[in-house]
């Protein structure tokens, strides 16, 4: 199994992999502000190509 090398994508990951567990334990759902800030930054790094 290769691992991407962009930064974008494994910031995409974490935040998906966050927002799944999200709906499974409340502790993890109620950093909204954390998950926001992951989306966005991995939206802009996707964006930019990194």
Wanted: proline share 2%; net charge positive.
């Amino acid at each position: 199994m290769r691992l991407t090398s962009s930064i974008g994508m494994i910031l995409l990951s974490i935040y998906l992999i966050l927002t799944g567990l999200g709906a499974f334990i409340p502790a993890i759902a109620g950093l909204g502000t954390v998950m926001a800030i992951l989306a966005l930054v991995a939206g802009l790094m996707i964006l930019v190509g990194r």
